[in-house]
């Protein structure tokens, strides 16, 4: 544990003594349906975030490891937010982004096809122990393209949006792109951090 406390100093002092304020990072997540102990679909980010309604049954528990960085675990959870189009109409999140039908319109009877799918996320990370540790949220926003439904193509932004203003990285901002679907698997990380 002292060398990921090392790690995290070496880390956060960097930019300092370097003159920068962010960096590149690189990494992996890992995301897990969230459960209560009787193993029942559970929620914990909610508890987390209250300015948000979360989807039910769309919580997830969060394995973060980003090189050179301690082990992020936190939790994570599909939102309903509202979004508003170029029209000025609004609707809320999850998003379906339609394909044109054979006839190349998208009037009854054309059978539209789902090009993609688009969901809003929140998230709630720790990084680092003890005193040194920091809560990360973020906002996160997830494109889905259905080409198979057992293997869609999964892209997620996620900005830090705030801290809980403790530990090493309470400062912290910057933007994470995952690069693939993480629930149940390892998916890769890539992104800038700033402190």
Known sequence: ?????????????????????CQVVTG???????VDSNGSPACTVSTMIDDAPFAAGQCFSVNLS????????????????VAVGVDENATVSPLTLLEPGETGDTLPGSAPTV????????SA????????RTVVYSTDVIVVHPQDAALPIVTEQIVISGTDGRGLFKNATGHLTVLGNSIGQS?????????
């Open 115 to 122: 090009r993609h799918q688009v969901l809003t996320a929140r």
């Open 187 to 195: 998916a890769p990380v890539v992104g800038q951090l700033c402190f």
């Open 66 to 81: 980003l090189f050179g960085l301690p082990a992020g675990r936190g939790f994570a959870g599909v939102t309903h937010e």
């Open 28 to 34: 992996s997540v890992f995301l897990l349906p969230d």
């Open 1 to 21: 544990m002292m060398r990921f406390m090392l790690a995290a100093a070496l880390v956060g002092l960097a930019p300092a003594v370097a003159n920068a304020t």
């Open 125 to 132: 990370i720790g990084i680092g122990f003890g005193p040194f």
